[in-house]
């Protein structure tokens, strides 16, 4: 594809309901993050896949959280039972492989939990 | 732990001035390092890596192991410059996985 890319675009979610936000990468990038960007900070860590395999997962807040990649290609981050604390840019990117280190970023998905 | 300071959040300055954007880290060992760019509406994007040791849009970063910094410099600024810059790393004893600083962003006045 043209590049890596993320839906929906915005969320907003009563608290306590679930979410799901979706990421495709480029097609053919064995690695894909997942970042958590709050308001005036920067991009901070929440898992890492490669292909299939959920390499580290330590970035994840609670275990509210959960990221799936089961085929190797599109991803999916779930928060359940979402909190105001949440609200967030939720951030993917991909790479050719784990140790070239150059990310490809999604535009985001704004999450605003209310 | 490994980390990265940006110490100011925002940066203005006169077009045609130099910039610096500061960064420093705390990592054991050799990182990678990287900066990081976001224009106004645009994705988050690779701007230059210090392996490569290239200059980008005019910019160049030099890394100073003994001083862990790896500051962001141009020579003359240009008001496209304008935009909010990350400074990141990436080694072995993070899995290889990108730790970024809190960003400065830099306001290029005309």
């Known amino acids: 594809g043209a590049g890596v890319s993320q839906s929906p675009r915005y969320k907003v979610a009563k608290r306590g309901q679930d979410v799901a936000l979706r990421c495709d990468p480029i097609s053919g990038h064995v690695s894909l993050f997942w970042y958590q960007q709050a308001l005036g900070q920067g991009p901070e860590f929440l898992t890492y896949?490669?292909?299939?395999?959920?390499?580290?997962k330590s970035g994840l807040p609670s275990d509210r959280f959960f990221a799936e990649r089961p085929e190797g290609s599109v991803s999916t981050l779930k928060i359940q039972r979402t909190q105001q604390e949440d609200s967030a840019v939720y951030l993917c990117a991909s790479s050719r492989d784990r140790i070239n280190g150059k990310l490809f970023f999604g535009s985001g998905t704004q999450l605003s939990v209310l | 732990a490994q980390r990265v300071t940006q110490p100011e959040k925002l940066l203005s300055v006169f077009k045609g001035a130099p910039v610096e954007l500061k960064c420093n880290y705390s990592?054991?060992?050799?990182?990678?390092l990287f900066w990081y760019v976001q224009y106004s509406r645009q994705r988050l994007q690779l701007l230059l890596r210090?392996?490569s040791r290239e200059s980008i849009k005019g910019f160049t970063a030099d890394l100073n192991k003994g001083e862990t910094s790896f500051h962001l410099k141009k020579p003359f600024a240009q008001e496209e410059d304008s935009a909010m810059y990350y400074c990141?790393?990436?080694?072995?004893?993070?899995?290889?996985?990108?730790?970024f600083g809190a960003g400065t962003r830099l306001f290029v006045k005309a």
């Open positions: 896949f490669q292909n299939e395999a959920q390499l580290d």
């Open positions: 990592y054991s060992g050799s990182p990678e």
């Open positions: 210090h392996i």
């Open positions: 990141a790393l990436s080694g072995p004893k993070e899995g290889f996985k990108t730790i």
